[in-house]
């Protein structure tokens, strides 16, 4: 089976703090995303990347930034953690042309005080 | 992407077939419906897509009418497990750079 791992499951941090969030997946797929999960209004599209060194913006890029040195491993970056990203933040991975068959990680619940 | 409307909320006695409607009415002649599932405290889980036919994997079937404008995800027998929000999504073939993920159907299992 596919596994998308998450590095941290909760994590607390203060406002103003550059905050990275690691994911790696374990099946050689192309393509990776990372979206936000709140109350209400449901999964968002922060970033994609289809291939090594891509990325592409999703709906709410705004306050993030990416990084794909790896096939493996998709980075979301918090350049300036404020109260408003407190958040789910959940990574997928889906191999290339494979439609809609999105494999999620467990999520990291960030909390920025 | 064509809009999905599903129930907020269903109840289903472990043992019994859950069957879980959704709407697609606008889709369109080249859209999949896809459904998901989020399990409490995990990311979505993949269940099953379809074009046109109906289609049965090993989680579930989905039956989707002749005319497209709905669709039934169906766990034959469902266990506490299955407790969790049903995603059904509508999404054109191919390569996609984003699922909107609406508010689901909370579906209990209850013993």
């Known amino acids: 089976d596919v596994k998308v791992t998450q590095s941290s499951r909760y994590l607390v941090k203060r406002t103003g703090e550059k905050v990275f969030l690691e994911c790696v997946q374990d099946?050689?797929?192309?393509?990776m995303f990372w979206y936000r999960q709140d109350p209400g209004l449901g999964l968002r599209l922060i970033y994609f990347?289809?291939?090594?060194?891509?990325?592409e913006k999703g709906d709410i890029p705004e306050g993030y930034s990416v990084s794909r040195e790896k096939k493996e491993r998709f980075s979301l970056i918090l350049e300036s953690a404020s109260t408003n990203q407190t958040s789910m933040y959940l990574c997928?991975?889906?191999?290339?042309?494979?439609?809609?068959?999105?494999?999620f990680g467990s999520g990291t619940q960030l909390s920025v005080l | 992407d064509a809009k999905t409307t599903q129930p907020p909320s269903m109840d289903c006695a472990e043992g019994r077939a859950a069957n879980l409607p959704c709407n697609h009415s606008t889709i369109s002649g080249n859209e999949y419906v896809y459904w998901y599932r989020q399990i409490h405290s995990q990311g979505p889980q993949y269940i099953i897509h379809?074009?046109?036919n109906n289609e049965t994997n090993e989680m579930a079937s989905l039956i989707i009418t002749e005319d497209r404008k709905s669709s039934t995800l169906i766990l034959p027998h469902a266990t506490l497990r299955d407790t969790a929000v049903y995603y059904c999504?509508?999404?054109?073939?191919?390569?996609?750079?984003?699922?909107?993920f609406g508010a689901g159907t909370i579906l209990r299992v209850k013993s």
């Open positions: 379809g074009l046109k």
């Open positions: 990347s289809y291939d090594v060194k891509m990325k």
């Open positions: 099946m050689d797929h192309e393509n």
């Open positions: 999504i509508v999404r054109l073939g191919g390569y996609g750079n984003k699922l909107v």
């Open positions: 997928a991975s889906r191999q290339q042309g494979a439609f809609e068959k999105l494999f």
